[in-house]
């Protein structure tokens, strides 16, 4: 037993669809987002003490959440950004949940996804949060600056609006330097350049895009992972980009159905988790090449993927998990929710016998 | 029979044959794919149920093949019961502890809310801007709109017939899709990311958060092999939280990076702080053993092994330690054989250090020379040819033994290898007279630079090598000295008589130019002829073994045999390496290995070979190119960039490091983008400045073949910081004061050192440097003319300085002067071909000299230098599109002419065009609001304002244009003069100020140019004075526009215009408030200045307008806003006077709004 294993530390049933979870940096606490049957959207704070999960704070708003960050908040705040059915993004401060300290309607339909950089000390540069709706809009916020995106990623009229289903941030390691990734359902990875205000980098991988996250937020682009609907996930290096082929690839199969979601964690950039809409979570460890580097026929640099390891593949449920994060703070700690109303707080261990 | 037909036939799914599902056949199968088949049919259960069959299956595809995707299986999710009891434990005691630790953390953080509550860092800007994604692709938003409406533009008859007009078009358009077809490449080799973090106001805790993360971030680039990066960001996470764990980190990255020096320094801390570290000994074992100093490296093993026995890497270094030693003691008894017999071991060391160096020099001239008296006067030679091109001869020099790489080398070494013969050397020098008249004074400072470096590094030769000095007698002091260094020179270096030489060379070079330079003279006097041929009387005495290997290295390199010629490098390095005194020498093979490296594409062994010479001796020229260039080869841009600076600042000269900049500059900013420069800046500081500062110190030493004597170099050094500060600005046009700052201090030290420094000297250069920087603080004050003065003090005090130039040039484009500032930057651009910023410069000044297509031309050279700057890529479209409407306009009036050829009336029309053309006149809004203004007379005048303006300022200009006025009279007599005459006469006067401003303001002024006959004189004035104290014409001031009349709007809108000098934009800005709402907009705001600025207003702008009753209503309400009371109470006797003139105008003007009555009690608000 000298791998990780995944170790159930406490579980709790809830009474509403629970679709994200984020733990409180600096805190033993979590916020679960969701939905109740009636409707109204729920956020709850938990934290785990001597064993239990402690219900601390909870809230009923008109409409229901679907995911939340808090990428773009300092340590010392630590306010809460959410997307809501009703393409409503708000920031709440946890103290004070009557009313949201920044709220906009930014999008038609709802917001699927919702990250943020430049908070906690991640990333460098001004905070930003970008969402991503159903009405095939990316946008970025920033909470200096009310009720209007600073920057917006939509298709041109009459062109068909692509559901966005993922978002996320990268590449933040200097003020000015960042990127973000939005997935579509159609299977587009569109890779946005903040800086230059240009579409990077794009592919398709012929399935829906579930989630996408670069292993770091602060670096220079590492690795991106992209989950599909179809029980693949695509590991990218994005270090080194191909003028004509982009960014290398490494596809594995895992979960044999739609995974859910990707997250790294936080302390090893190079072990990340995949959810599976079976209910299974599945560690990976990537590892890379001897060289990252190779050259084309025409001396043109091209990235060289590495390969994935299988560390650990645990049933957690028979319903999808909807959901994972790793305690920034704690490593291995994580909590994660699925579809059949469970919240459950897991501890990986031994993670750093994977070095 | 009956078995024979059951494996017959093939499974159903994957057509396996039966006979393959057996446990013998799976047993010896080695196909993984094949197993993996079987595997599948198994547990389809489609051919029967086998539990054994499959275990046995799975169990062989284990073996072969463990990640097989088959293999996977879910786990169950253990709860906490599952586990160990210990392990259980432990993870629910870590737990408890963890959330313990996160209250007191979250308790901690939850302290102090404020700070990054208010104003938070400095933050970026808020970014805005839009992609919008079609089905090929995406558009930014913020891509250029390419303006609509062609505006006429007339030109000279004369140019039509030359220009070809679809080409030019054509042409202009050209370089867009050029910047179209680069592609965007991700850069690997990153990032110049700061190696500190701001720690201001984060928390203690915060700042452990950080470092850790930093920490875990340099874990993990050292994980993928990125050791540079993960240096980064260990540095960053030591500092916020200097830890032992990441010194100890961060020495494995340098170990990794062959940085060895600064692996001790690490491990040296990490032991500071954890004496007994073990992971911290072995690294500092292995740095040590990289630098050879394996006496060290020995003792930390064995500290290692004390502490941990069995600790097998200590083991296996040990080991090779002593294999390395071994093989040392036998080299280095070689050596004592090899050498001077019967003399003392400790005297054979300090004998063999120098014996290479001086075999090494003696044996590359024997090769041409028979006594050693001629060889010494070749030094001489040598040592004139250096004098005539300092910067390449330095280098020259150092390496003259053993360099080889010819190919790139410059005349310079030719020359020196040119010279058998007395003759012939006089020859050159006297060739060589006027090259160096020409010398730049940098020059001069360069080279005494060197000088203080040689100095010091002479000091220390002569303490080390006091014991050799017995042979030698001593005479008076100052001679003594000299005959010491140099005498010690032959002994160690084999540069000496180069030295020695130098001094001569500089007499001579003094007496030929009859410079104004005092030292020189001082030097001629100082140095007897005796010194000079004293090194080649001791060359003789110390036969040269160790340079034996080394001449043959050397005769191995120059006939190509690169491989070979390394191997003897080696031999010599190995011989040379223990000795500390040797170090000279040792770092010269060492950038003679990386030669031979470079040569044989051993692109990283020559980098190596290079920081190890330059860990030796820092800032020496040769083996810093020689890494730029192994950088460069290895597409390391960035820091082939560093090195190419690097070599730049040491001597501004050297082709090869232009060139090499030039190719990295393009490099790195097609991966970094325009902004590549602040990438580079961080690590290109430091490594200049800092360390030449220490090299001063003493600590380290200089190549010695820059070595001169004392009294030679004591004037001179004094030049060094100014001249050295000259060149930094030079170099780095970008951030001059900043850099300039730096050298000051050296000069301080050298003052200090040597005190009997003649002051003259430094006058020129102390005076150029306190007119500049007095010319930079003008420039800042916007005072251009002050500053203008200033420049040219500097530049009569030294000429040939492309700051200044590019400095004068934008002074002179802000007064308006564009054909100076062309001319200036002309003159930069002569003595810097591709100067960014007189390049960029020029092309302003060709736009305002309405030269579109040379400053189209400057803009696509400066773009090709820089491709990514964003400011020449602006004002590239800026000008295209006057070139454009130039162009378009010039076919408009081709047509224009000759459909009107016959008509008589068309005639005229087609003579005032003619003549419009002729004068050049056109500024694209002059021509715009002709356009607009819609009648014929309307037209008429407003061309011949526009006329009239190009001749005054083309008189303000003087003799340059000349031409054009000419040009404008024979198009106009070509056409029809007559009219020429009566409008320019009418109209002479108020056209005079009104057009520059609108080309100035280069926006279109519709409805001032429609009001132009009403405009008021002294409005008028006022802002063409402004125009020419500020603003390019790019870059126009104009009223911000208010969306809403809030107080906020207002007030920042009324700041924002704080710096013009006139008020015409506030009455811009009042213009678009109604009277009424004043009150609001001011809300309590108001002060003094406000006050005065409105009422200025008033009187200079709504009263000539005859906007009496508005002027009243703003008035009257301006007296209800808050506070007026009090300020107007304030108000000085000018302004009250000022209020008085208005009040009085108002009141003799009729209105129906106002009576004398309310004038009256106006009057008592504003207590007049």
Known sequence: ???????????????????????????????????????????????????????????????????????????????????????????????????????????????????????????????????????????VWDPRQKNDPVATMEPGEGETKRDCWTVAFGNAYTPHERCVCAGYDNGDIKLFDLKTMSLRWETNVKNGVCDLEFDRKDINMNKLVATTLESKFHVYDTRTQHPTKGFACLTEKAHKSTVWAVKHLPQNRDIFMTCGGNGTVNLWKYNYPVSRVAKDSDEVEMGVPGTVQLVQNTVLSTQPISSFDWSPDKEGLSVCTSFDQMLRVCIVTKLKTLG | MDAARVFQGTTKKHDIPMDHLDFGYIKECTNVKHLEKILRVLRSKEEGFYPDLENCCESRLQDLNPSSRLLRKHDPLYSKGDLDRTEREELDHDLKNWSSDMKNIESNIGGQFDIMDSEDQELPPIRSGNITLTADGAKSSK???????????????????????????????????????????????????????????????????????????????????????????????????????????????????????????????VLKLEPGNVKALL????????????????????????????????????????????????????????????????ENLANTDSTPSQGDNSGLKSTKTDS?????????????????????????????????????????????????????????????????????VSDVGKESESKIKVETELEKVELVSEDNNSKESVKDSQSDKLSETTKNDTEDDRSSPVAAEEVKSDTESAEEEESSEVESSETEAVVPEQEIKRPVFYMKELPPKTAVIKEEATTLFKSGQYGEACLKYNKVISLLENDESQTVNLSL???????????????????????????????????????????EHLERFRPAYIDYRHVLLLDSRMDQAHLGTKRCQHMLSQKDGPRWREKVHLPKVSPFEIPDIIGLDGKSTAPPVFSNPPAGSQSQSTCTSTSQSKESTNQSVSSPSKKAEIPTPVAVETKQEKKSVPQLKLTPKEQFETFKSEGNEYVKQSKFKEAIECYNKCETVLPGQVAIYTNRALCYIRTNQPKKAEEDCSEALKLEKDNVKALFRRAQARKMLKTYRD?????KHLLQVDPRNSAAKKEMELLKNYWREELESMKKNIADLQ??????????????????????????????????????????????????????????????????????????????????????????????????????????????????????????????????????????????????????????????????????????????????????????????????????????????????????????????????KTVSMFMSQKEKTDVQTVMNKLESLPSKIYSPEDIKQLRKEYSV
């Open chain 1, 1 to 139: 037993m000298d791998k990780p294993q995944i170790i159930l530390h406490v579980q709790k049933s809830l009474n509403y669809t629970i679709f994200d979870a984020k733990w409180i940096p600096c805190s033993a606490k979590f916020v679960t987002l969701g939905n109740y049957a009636r409707g109204s959207g729920a956020l709850q704070i938990y934290e785990v003490s001597h064993g239990d999960l402690k219900l601390i704070k909870e809230a009923e708003k008109s409409k229901a959440f679907k995911c939340g960050t808090f990428g773009a908040s300092s340590l010392q705040q630590r306010y809460l950004a959410t997307g809501d059915f009703d393409g409503k993004m708000a920031i709440w401060n946890l103290e004070a949940l009557e009313a949201p300290v920044y709220s906009v309607k930014g999008h038609k339909e709802i917001i699927n996804c919702i990250d943020g950089v430049g908070g906690l000390g991640i990333g460098e540069g001004a905070p930003e949060i970008v969402t991503g709706s159903r009405d095939g809009s990316v946008k």
């Open chain 2, 143 to 269: 891509s250029q709109k390419t303006n609509p409406n062609k505006k006429a533009l007339p030109r000279e008859y004369r140019d039509w017939d030359k220009i070809d007009v679809e080409k030019e078009l054509e042409k202009v358009d050209e370089p867009d899709h050029k910047v179209k077809e680069r592609t965007f490449i991700a850069n690997r080799e990153v990032t110049n990311i700061p190696n500190k973090i701001d720690a201001k106001g984060l928390s203690d805790s915060e700042k452990l958060l950080k470092a850790n993360r930093e920490k875990d971030k340099g874990n993990e680039a050292f994980r993928s092999n990125d050791f540079k990066e993960a240096i980064t960001y260990y540095s960053r996470s030591i500092s916020l939280q200097p830890t032992a764990a990441s010194y100890n980190n961060r020495a494995l990255a340098y170990l990794k990076t062959s940085d060895w020096q600064k692996a001790i320094n690490d491990t040296d801390t």
């Open chain 2, 283 to 346: 690294r500092r074992g292995t740095a040590y053993k990289g630098l050879k100093k394996l006496q060290k490296a020995k003792a930390d093993i064995n500290d290692v092994l004390k502490i941990e026995p069995n600790n097998k890497k200590a083991q296996e270094l040990l080991e090779q330690i002593e294999k390395d030693t071994q093989e040392k003691k036998k080299t280095g008894r070689r050596m004592v054989i090899e050498d001077v017999d019967g003399d003392e071991q400790t």
């Open chain 2, 372 to 440: 050693i008296d001629k060889n010494g006067e070749k030094s001489v030679s040598e040592s004139g040819d250096k004098k005539d091109e300092n910067p390449v001869r330095r280098m020259q020099i150092e390496e003259v033994d053993s360099d080889s790489d010819k190919d790139d080398e410059n005349e310079g070494e030719v020359l020196v290898n040119g010279h058998v013969s007395e003759e012939e050397r006089n020859k050159t020098e006297i060739s060589n007279g006027p090259v160096k008249d020409e010398q730049i």
């Open chain 2, 589 to 631: 093979m060492f950038s003679n290995r990386a030669a031979c490296h470079l040569k044989t594409g051993d692109l990283p062994g020559a980098v190596k070979d290079c920081n190890a010479s330059l860990h030796l001796i820092p800032h020496c020229v040769k083996p810093l190119l020689r890494r730029a260039l192994a950088y």
């Open chain 2, 855 to 859: 400053g189209i031309e400057d803009l």
């Open chain 2, 899 to 1124: 459909s009107k050829k016959d008509d008589l009336a068309s005639k005229v029309s087609s003579a005032q065009s003619g003549k419009q053309t002729g004068t050049h006149s056109g500024t694209q809004n002059g021509t715009q609001s002709a356009k607009k203004t819609g009648t014929q007379s309307g037209k008429q005048k407003r061309r011949m304002v526009i006329q009239e303006v190009e001749s005054e300022e083309e008189e303000n200009i003087d003799k340059g244009a000349s031409k054009a006025s000419s040009e404008s009279k024979a198009g106009g007599k070509d056409a029809k003069p007559k009219v020429e005459v009566i409008n320019t006469e009418t109209n002479k006067k108020q056209s005079k100020s009104k057009p520059v401003k609108e080309h100035k303001d280069s926006k279109p002024v519709n409805s001032q140019t429609g009001s132009s006959k009403k405009g008021s004189k002294p409005s008028q004035k006022k802002s063409a004075i402004k125009e020419t104290s500020q603003g390019l014409p790019s870059v126009p001031q104009t009223a911000p526009k208010l969306d809403k009349a809030t107080p906020y709007e207002f007030i920042s809108a009324w700041n924002a215009l704080k710096n013009s000098e006139t008020v015409k934009l506030y009455y811009d800005l009042l213009k678009q408030i109604k009277p009424g709402d004043i009150k609001t907009v001011i809300s309590n705001k108001l002060d003094g200045a406000m006050l005065n600025v409105i009422t200025r207003c008033v009187s200079e702008h709504y009263l000539p307008n005859g906007e009496g009753e508005t002027s009243y209503e703003l008035l009257r309400n301006l007296s209800t806003v808050p506070r007026f």
